[in-house]
């Protein structure tokens, strides 16, 4: 069986760690990764724990596939209390960390409490130790790495944080392998509370699967069949880098704090542009695509940029300066912070600038000025304390809430929703706040076939979507394998020895959804939070394929009210008694 069956729950105060039994129903209700640690979050975490405070939880969680042959199912899933928006939080992080921890004999591990002095958490196999990290404070992300490998084995893999999760900022993120991060919702604060420099892992030992040469032989006729396809193998040739022609010709390309959707100088920062400083390629464990794309200009060396980096650091800042932004992606990624949300808050402290709301010396542009900012945000003095904040915060204390793109507290990611308007559905009713991975309707929209400007259909669209993506999320699949639900009933099938359908897949997703829901709505979320900025509904686009467009708040409610609907939830967005008992959600 590809479950350990084990997780290893360690309380930091006490310093005493122990091996409990992984509930086996849960399992099945919820599969892995997000959904399992979501269910062990939901039910261990009493409501309105402050998010930096001991009482939270931290559970690092595998997946059923984790440690085994299939192809791109190396990533660990990361569940918490968002300091950034108060949600539920869940991130997923690459590399071989995950793989590393199955073969230590645990499925998840839940870290509990606030170690006393800066801590690093050390796990080999049945060796569990909470030690000294004083040596490690202070230190970037990628240092750390460094370190540890010095001190224990170059062979170890590691999660770490960089001054920002020390410091607490709220968008700081988790590192592994230099250039793999959780990125979202402020994971790495929740770390750096916990007086948690790092967590290093080394195992021995194995996972099994049923009738491995039967097993081996369809994961090979997968590859073949339906990874290494045009369909995936954009991943490889070009990266995430390739959006941005994509978003550029249809409009959707955040441009100055999504005051436009296009960019004049887009070709300075895309695909092509990236190609020619291009210096290596990087795969995660068991990856057959290879998506990491090492790149080398002045003084820095990154794996991307990717897509999001390129347009929340690059052209949503005003910034066309390819060798600027690989800077600033490496500082953010050694500081330990999420290019995402440094870059929105960086956009929206510039258009404060120019509109005369509040000076910070910013201006769209300005490359001197935006390199200087990831290190005050992670040191937290000068402006970086303001802008530590993030945008939401940001535009409470000097205005502009109209233009500060966030949703419950988090930027939005690189996708312009008047050109999509299923996109601003799925970031609206996202349950960490504004977040491409949840739903993606742009491909169906932007990029596809479907009418972008209507709200017919989109609800049923975007349910559909999120449903998948929980799935996909927690059996920890890369979001670039464009598999099928057929697909993954027949490979959890085989690992499980009994028919998996389709159909129970997505009730999987559903159920997973809405317990996310539940959480939220335990925290105190509302209606009232499932919007949009103002400049959505109030200001059209002024350049490209979406000239002249806004989403109608008339539309968008009407879009709202029907998700809602279709999902069983009543008029405020809470999921009725009914169809938490039909999805035997508690």
């Known amino acids: 069986m590809s479950y350990t069956g084990k997780l290893l729950r360690v309380n930091l105060t006490t310093g005493h760690s122990q091996v409990e039994e992984l509930n086996k129903q849960w399992a099945v209700d919820f599969i892995g990764g997000k959904g399992l640690g979501l269910k062990y979050l939901y039910e261990e975490l009493a409501p309105g724990v402050a998010p930096l405070s001991p009482d939270n939880k931290l559970i690092l969680m595998t997946g059923l596939f984790t440690g085994t042959i299939i192809p791109l199912s190396g ?29 230590a004999g645990y499925d998840a591990v839940i870290l509990e409490g606030k170690a006393s002095k800066p801590s690093y958490l050390y796990i080999e196999d049945k060796i569990v130790e909470i030690r000294d990290a ?23 893999k590691a999660l770490a944080i960089g001054p920002a999760g020390e410091n607490l900022v709220t968008m700081s993120c988790i590192t592994s392998e230099f250039y793999r991060q959780a990125g979202r919702g402020g994971v790495g604060a929740v770390m750096g509370s916990k007086n948690l420099k790092a967590i290093a892992v080394r195992g021995s030992g194995s996972i099994s699967v049923p009738n491995i040469k039967q097993f081996a032989s369809s994961m090979k006729e997968f590859m073949q069949t339906d990874i290494l396809t045009d369909t995936n193998l954009w991943a490889n040739t070009d990266g995430t880098a390739l959006l941005v022609d994509f978003n550029q010709d249809t409009g959707i390309l955040p441009t100055k704090n999504f005051q436009q959707g296009t960019f004049d100088d887009y070709q300075a920062i895309n695909s092509d542009a990236l190609k020619a400083v291009r210096s290596g390629k990087k795969g995660c464990f068991s990856c057959a695509l290879g998506c990491g794309n090492y790149s080398r200009t002045g003084r820095s060396t990154v794996e991307g940029p990717e897509y999001e980096t390129l347009a929340l650091g690059g052209s ?75 945008v939401k915060k940001l535009s409470e204390k000097y205005g502009g809430s109209d233009f500060a793109m966030h949703v419950k507290g988090l930027e939005f990611p690189g996708y312009e929703p008047r050109g999509s308007w299923g996109m601003g559905l799925a970031y609206a009713t996202s349950d960490r706040g504004a977040c491409h991975m949840r739903a993606w309707p742009v491909a169906q929209e932007a990029y ?28 920890i699949l890369c979001d670039f394998w464009a598999l099928s ?41 509302t209606k009232d939070n499932d919007t949009l900025p103002g400049r959505i509904f109030k200001e059209t686009l002024k350049t490209g394929a979406t ?19 279709l999902r069983g939830w009543d008029r405020d967005g809470r999921p009725t008694d009914a169809k938490l008992q039909e999805l035997g959600v508690n």
């Open 448 to 475: 596809g076939d479907l009418d972008a400007f209507t709200v017919e259909g989109k609800a049923q669209l975007v349910i559909e979507l999120q449903h998948y993506n929980a799935v996909k999320f927690s059996l």
């Open 75 to 103: 990533k660990l899933a990361i569940i918490t209390k968002s300091p950034a928006t108060g949600t539920i939080l869940d991130c997923s992080i690459g590399g071989h960390f995950a793989a590393e921890l199955k073969y």
């Open 547 to 565: 000239k002249g467009q806004l989403l109608p708040l008339e539309e968008y409610e009407k879009m709202l009210a029907e998700y809602y609907s």
């Open 134 to 156: 004083s040596e490690l404070w202070g230190q970037g992300a990628q240092e750390t790495e460094l370190i540890l490998r010095e001190k224990i084995n170059q062979e170890v």
């Open 485 to 525: 639900l057929e697909t993954m009933a027949t490979i959890v099938s085989n690992l499980l020895e009994r028919t998996v359908t389709e159909q129970e897949l997505s009730q999987v997703g559903e159920r997973v959804v809405n317990l996310a829901r539940q959480f939220n709505v335990r925290e105190g979320f």
């Open 316 to 390: 949503n800042c005003g910034i066309s300066d390819l060798e600027a932004i690989i800077e600033f992606n490496d500082l953010c990624d050694n500081l330990g912070m999420d290019t995402i949300s440094v870059g929105n808050v960086i956009a929206f402290a510039m258009e404060l600038t120019e509109k005369g709301i509040k000076d910070f010396g910013l201006r769209f542009g300005d490359v001197e000025a935006y390199l200087k900012i990831p290190g005050l945000i992670a040191a937290q003095v000068g402006i970086g304390v303001d802008l530590g904040l993030g």
